[in-house]
């Protein structure tokens, strides 16, 4: 594993990165170029489809389906995940602007990609965006981060290993949810119950009142997929394999359950804001629970959605890469 002070030189920029990008300036900045990107896919779609309109940064086809390029799309988060990667492996200005320029020509390319699935595939929309994708973006940040015979060693053992993981990776994620589960059961926060899969799929158990119609309590379930938090662990498996260092594996099983933490307060304090005023149930200590009105801190709910951008990109794009990197030569 590399030396601990890269590991958390890593983690410093991509926490200052994505607070810049929570800040006006920072969404000032991905608006611009979520529209820039829009501007520029919509000609080489026109050879497709031509009859597609462009408004604002949202792409729409007569047919019915829309895609709309906003922060997701517009690379910030790659952009950030590299300089944190460029920072911790000592990289130069002469990288980050060649990774930045190829990070946005691979945001026009899958947004182009993805439109026109939802146009002649839609089937394969989620497979594509969720499975493919979040493959080819470590592909490109290890180009970038690594020589070019360590990236490709490295994609060569994660390739398979991501082909075996994703028609398992609820089962294979198990382990996470429980670790989490286990952490959550241990924090004070009421609001928030178990993480299992129920008849509607994976969910995280609430405290929040939904209804008491016809007598009966019901409680909010928030969605919440551990599989999406796990994205990361055949590429970081292959990079410990590649370089034989186990400690990566200690790291991840250490920052994959906090990332899920943080996800689990994300999602339920989202869940709280849209149907505000939300009511908590608190036990009393008497078998009873008292209603009481809950409304999310504001602060806390930044600094959770920080850290929560923070490990799930450094689990996926960063992680994987400070343990392939090659042994540095001594000075």
């Not at 965006?129 to 180009?143: C, D, S």
């Not at 082909?163 to 959550?184: F, G, N, V």
């Not at 990197?325 to 000075?331: H, I």
Request: a neutral charge.
């Amino acid at each position: 594993m590399r030396a601990t002070a890269e590991t958390a030189l890593a983690l410093a920029v991509l926490a200052a990165g994505f607070a810049f990008a929570d800040s006006a300036a920072g969404k000032a900045l991905s608006d611009a170029v979520a529209g820039a990107l829009a501007i520029a896919v919509a000609p080489l779609l026109h050879l497709f489809e031509p009859e597609i309109l462009r408004r604002g940064a949202e792409l729409r086809s007569p047919d019915g389906w829309a895609i709309r390029v906003g922060a997701v799309c517009d690379g910030h988060g790659l952009a950030i995940s590299l300089a944190a990667g460029l920072a911790a492996l000592r990289g130069g200005l002469a990288r980050l602007a060649l990774g930045l320029a190829a990070i946005q020509v691979f945001n026009l390319l899958r947004i182009a990609v993805l439109a026109l699935l939802l146009a002649h595939a839609p089937a394969a929309f989620d497979t594509v965006h969720a499975g493919i994708f979040p493959f080819l973006t470590v592909a490109l940040l290890a180009f970038c981060l690594l020589p070019a015979a360590r990236a490709t060693r490295l994609l060569l053992i994660a390739l398979p290993l991501t082909a075996l993981w994703l028609p398992l990776a609820d089962l294979l994620s198990l382990p996470l949810a429980k670790a989490a589960d286990l952490l959550l059961s241990a924090l004070p926060a009421p609001e928030i119950g178990r993480l299992a899969e129920r008849a509607g799929g994976w969910s995280l158990g609430t405290n929040l009142l939904a209804s008491t119609e016809g007598g009966q309590i019901s409680l909010y379930l928030a969605p919440l997929r551990p599989t999406d938090f796990a994205l990361g662990a055949p590429v970081v498996l292959a990079a410990v394999l590649l370089a034989r260092r186990p400690g990566g594996l200690a790291l991840a099983a250490v920052t994959f359950p906090l990332a899920l933490v943080a996800g689990a307060f994300t999602a339920v304090w989202s869940l709280a804001e849209a149907h505000a005023p939300a009511t908590l149930l608190v036990p009393d200590g008497s078998g009873a629970f008292l209603p009481v009105d809950f409304t999310p801190p504001a602060a806390a709910q930044a600094l959770v959605r920080l850290a929560q951008n923070t490990l799930v990109h450094f689990n996926l794009l960063v992680l994987p890469l400070l343990i392939a990197a090659p042994p540095r030569k001594p000075a």
